[in-house]
T-cell receptor, first 115, second 117 residues
Framework: EAGVTQSPTHLIKTRGQQVTLRCSPISGHTSVYWYQQALGLGLQFLLWYDEGEERNRGNFPPRFSGRQFPNYSSELNVNALELEDSALYLC??????????????FGQGTRLTVV | AQSVTQPDIHITVSEGASLELRCNYSYGATPYLFWYVQSPGQGLQLLLKYFSGDTLVQGIKGFEAEFKRSQSSFNLRKPSVHWSDAAEYFCAVGARIGSSNTGKLIFGQGTTLQVKP
């Protein structure tokens, strides 16, 4: 069974540009989560999608947004990139609605560098 | 506020020695607790989880953890460390508001494990 897959694995963007990161969850999982892992800041919760709806978002500005498609895959969009957006972006998926009695499985991440 | 603390930023152990990584949480109700491991440049791999029941939980790669409500702890242990265990380890709690699920994991800052030959 395939795990959570993310694309691309690495990318470099210029400050002010926009970027889209993609995530395919494990088959049968309906919830998708996005986390940012920036140097020195640890793992920070960005967004939670379930059944195509945004269920919760972390303390990030509105230029961080995303969506979930009918096949449960997800995109994370970041507009007006800033240098401090440089980070590893991790996607995770789980069965059911969120993390009630279930665990999240993570992908390998997308390394974003903003120059 | 819900939080997770991993007091040890960096730990070095000799191969074959035992290991204990500490995790303390702050949470009002029974927590959902997790340990993840991350190799350099990689994603997170789930080692084990605690939702309820037996307070000693077994995970993959020979790891176990014990939930101690009185101490608000969920320490990770392994009786004999292998060189391949060198990685960063994260403890996390599933955040809820009352009984409502937020879909959010609150992570500790991580503990980097170095294994000496």
């Amino acid at each position: 069974e395939a795990g959570v897959t993310q694309s691309p694995t690495h990318l470099i963007k210029t400050r002010g540009q926009q970027v889209t990161l993609r995530c395919s969850p494990i088959s049968g999982h309906t919830s998708v989560y996005w986390y940012q892992q920036a140097l020195g800041l640890g793992l920070q919760f960005l967004l939670w999608y379930d059944e195509g709806e945004e269920r919760n978002r972390g303390n990030f500005p509105p230029r961080f947004s995303g969506r979930q498609f009918p096949n449960y895959s997800s995109e994370l969009n970041v507009n007006a990139l800033e240098l401090e957006d440089s980070a590893l972006y991790l996607c995770a998926s789980s069965k059911g609605q969120g993390l009630l009695n279930t665990e999240a499985f993570f992908g390998q991440g997308t390394r974003l560098t903003v120059v | 506020a819900q939080s997770v603390t991993q007091p040890d930023i960096h730990i070095t152990v000799s191969e074959g020695a035992s290991l204990e990584l500490r995790c303390n949480y702050s949470y009002g109700a029974t927590p959902y607790l997790f340990w993840y491991v991350q190799s350099p440049g990689q994603g997170l791999q789930l080692l084990l989880k605690y939702f309820s029941g037996d307070t000693l939980v077994q995970g993959i790669k020979g790891f176990e953890a014990e939930f101690k409500r009185s101490q608000s702890s969920f320490n990770l242990r392994k009786p004999s460390v292998h060189w391949s265990d060198a990685a960063e380890y994260f403890c996390a709690v599933g955040a809820r508001i009352g009984s409502s699920n937020t879909g959010k994991l609150i992570f500790g800052q991580g503990t980097t494990l170095q294994v000496k030959p």
